[in-house]
């Protein structure tokens, strides 16, 4: 058997991590290893009672003052302000709102208007299945064609009938990840504009939005972000497009003056005209706390640690039971997000006996498990855990019994 690294070993390099200090910010179960934070991210522990704060002090007892009295309308950019660092964006260029899929369609059908004439929305073939049930909505909606191709064509496909490219920045399924100033480039070189999913970015990878030329980008808010099941998502408008776009879901929360209560839209000025209803507060007050998880933290300390945690977990994985599993993301750390999947047959079977011993992934269809590595609270002792947990799995054939194979509505 190749070199591997020793549990002892492994805590040795928990002892000297610079990050390991944000992990006392979670609340998580002692007997888990938890590698789905990719998915869900854990609990903050600040999160129950913001949550309680929000409910008791602020509903309970100001009630409908509260909008005013602790600012409840300003939320959506006072939070998204905090997560400025964290994507590499101006405070003002991001804006809480809805869930991922409804600031997409905002975002896309945005940069369609502001593209008139052009024809086509260039996307990637085996997106996330709600980027491209979003896009293809437009496209029937506009009568616009989606051009949905291989990763390595999307930069051909960009071209003068372009008026937006939408990509995940870091693919759901393979961690692969797009260089974005290229994208961007070429784009723009076309004459179009990008959206960018960064659902599996935000809070793994180093972001530099403004940097790297970025037009429009959403991101969800409970996946690296920590927020709390079903959290609100986030858009990003780089500022130079703040008053050329305009929200095609239009309503009274993104009026230029929204208590004036007049028949006529007008948009507001700033990025708060991507807002539509009513935001949901509780939801926010979680988000926060979440987002707070990465006070004082360097995106790129946490990208550093990203990449050794799950390169570990491959060397690891490659070295004790190589010969069963193969690796389906890119080899090469600085080429993919911060989880990775590995194929096998019965990936589903296997995912479910690991998540039996107290190693939660999750199975990606078809064949994948998948393993995400949350720098914040995940230990190099629990990729040496896990790789050891799955090696004993794959030995004994335990996964082969029938309560693993039976799926769950969920996966
Ligand atoms: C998780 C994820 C979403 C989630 O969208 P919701 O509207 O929050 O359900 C969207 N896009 C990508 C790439 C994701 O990974």
């Not at 870091?170 to 999913?197: C, K, P």
């Not at 990449?307 to 599993?325: M, P, T, Y």
């Not at 799955?390 to 769950?408: K, M, Q, V």
Request: net charge negative; proline share 5%; glycine share 8%.
């Amino acid at each position: 058997m190749a070199w591997t690294v020793t549990l002892e070993e492994a805590q040795q390099l928990d002892a000297v991590d610079p990050l390991a200090f944000a992990r006392e910010r979670f609340r998580l179960p002692e007997d888990t290893i938890y590698l789905d934070g990719n998915s869900l991210g854990a609990l903050p522990k600040a999160a129950p009672g913001a949550l309680a704060q929000t409910a008791e002090r602020q509903w309970g007892e100001d009630l409908i003052a509260s909008w005013n009295k602790h600012a409840w309308i300003d939320w959506p950019t006072r939070i998204a302000a905090t997560l400025a660092p964290i994507v590499g964006a101006k405070p003002n260029e991001l804006l809480i709102a809805d869930s991922t899929s409804v600031c997409l369609f905002k975002l896309l059908a945005a940069a369609v208007r502001a593209r008139p004439g052009r024809k086509t929305i260039v996307s990637q073939q085996a997106n996330f299945p709600t980027d491209l049930y979003v896009a293809q909505g437009i496209c029937d909606m506009l009568r616009l064609e989606l051009k949905a191709v291989r990763a390595r064509e999307v930069l051909d496909a960009i071209d003068g009938e372009t008026a937006v490219a939408t990509l995940s920045h870091v693919d759901y399924r393979s961690a692969a990840i797009y260089d974005m100033a290229a994208v961007n480039e070429a784009a723009h070189a076309a004459g179009a504009l990008t959206v960018w999913d960064l659902s599996h970015s935000a809070g793994a990878v180093e972001l530099d939005l403004d940097g790297s030329g970025c037009d429009l980008a959403v991101g969800c808010g409970y996946k690296y972000l920590n927020g709390g099941p079903g959290a609100p998502a986030f858009i990003y408008v780089a500022e130079g497009l703040h008053n050329e776009l305009t929200n095609p879901l239009q309503g009274w929360m993104g009026h230029a003056e929204p208590f004036a209560f007049v028949d006529d839209y007008r948009p507001a000025e700033a990025i708060n005209r991507f807002l539509t209803g009513t935001p949901s507060i509780l939801a926010m007050a979680a988000l926060a706390a979440g987002i707070d998880t990465f006070d004082g933290i360097s995106m790129a300390a946490v990208q550093a640690k990203s990449c050794k945690l799950s390169q570990l977990f491959v060397d690891e994985v490659e070295a004790r039971c190589g010969s069963e599993v193969r690796l389906a993301s890119p080899p090469d750390p600085g080429r993919r997000g911060s989880h990775v999947v590995f194929a096998h047959p019965e990936s589903y079977a296997v995912m479910q006996a690991l998540i039996a011993r107290g190693v939660i992934g999750d199975f990606r269809a078809p064949d994948l498990m998948r393993f995400g590595f949350t720098p914040l609270y995940t230990r190099y002792a629990d990729v040496v855990r896990a790789a050891e947990i799955l090696t004993g799995i794959l030995e004994s054939r335990e996964w082969d019994e029938p309560r693993f194979r039976t799926r769950a509505k969920v996966t």
